[in-house]
């Protein structure tokens, strides 16, 4: 049996899929409406990420930067919703209290919703929203900040964690972090011209924060609110160890790391310790 949903195909395979960013369940990504469709059409894991405006509402949304109605670049942590959903390129623009109304409203007891969280400091808002819905066994707590992951614990122990990560060969390891500080120490006025008038591709690397983990441990990471402005990545050689480790197996968490560094080692070496792997 094939399923037909909007611009996507399914097979029976799908209890295994996880919809990054809803992608292919509506025309735009990240949207009430692609939610909704993935639910019915049987997905079982669906994901979006969360930023918050000025104004401090979290909304589904995945870079720290857009690109206005006027051609100009700017980050979304800078305008105010309803400034924001007043630009066409927002016009779908979701809060993270409708799309948990969403799910509340369509999802199937076995279905979990991924939130990632890119950003730092709004772990009580975010989860008293998961809550309010009665969300917190269905929902599994993302992000690439080791931070948002301890505090997020600390208020619902019960919600499973997933931490986003890279893992490298240590070989591979030792030249990433070598060569890190032209992408961490990049002067600002070269990021923002980066980010101003460069292909697609340059301006995601305009945003890039890069953090090496010799000891395989990230969560001690106290990086303040640099998620803000930043798509920050935390990266360890081979397997996370210590802390962060004993939090994911705690939760029945998983890890999501890049799909070409994903080997069946690190594979069952996470499995081993009841972590599941999504990759991307």
């Not at 735009?28 to 669906?46: F, H, P, Y």
């Not at 994901?47 to 100009?72: C, L, M, Q, W």
């Not at 499973?160 to 890190?180: I, N, T």
Request: proline residues 5%; negative net charge; aromatic residues 8%.
């Amino acid at each position: 049996m094939r399923l037909k949903v909007g611009m996507t195909s399914i097979d029976n395979s799908i209890e295994r899929l996880l919809s990054h960013r809803l992608r292919g369940f509506d025309e735009w990504e990240s949207t009430r409406l692609g939610l909704e469709n993935a639910l019915i059409a049987g997905v079982r894991q669906t994901e979006f990420d969360v930023r918050v405006t000025r104004d401090g509402h979290p909304v589904a949304y995945h870079d720290p930067i857009f690109k206005a109605d006027d051609g100009s670049w700017h980050y979304l942590d800078e305008w105010d919703l309803a400034e924001l959903r007043a630009q066409n390129v927002f016009s779908h623009l979701a809060t993270l209290e409708e799309m948990c109304a969403c799910f509340a409203a369509f999802r199937r007891p076995e279905a979990l919703l991924h939130v990632d969280v890119k950003v730092e400091g709004y772990e009580s808002l975010i989860h008293d929203t998961i809550a309010r819905f009665g969300m917190q066994s269905n929902a599994v707590l993302v992000s690439w900040l080791p931070s948002v992951l301890v505090r997020f614990n600390s208020l619902s122990p019960q919600t499973r964690l997933c931490f986003s990560h890279v893992p490298m060969a240590p070989w591979l390891y030792v030249g990433a972090k070598f060569l890190s500080p032209l992408v961490n120490h990049a002067p600002a006025p070269l990021r923002g011209l980066l980010r101003d008038i460069g292909p697609q591709v340059l301006k995601d690397a305009s945003t890039i924060s890069i953090h090496f983990h010799d000891n395989g441990d990230p969560a001690s990471w106290d990086g303040g609110d640099e998620g803000a402005h930043h798509n920050v990545s935390h990266v360890v050689p081979g397997l996370v160890k210590g802390k962060m480790l004993d939090l994911l197996s705690r939760t029945q968490g998983m890890v999501c790391i890049p799909v070409q560094l994903a080997t069946q080692a690190l594979v069952r070496l996470y499995r081993s310790h009841g972590i599941q792997v999504a990759m991307f």
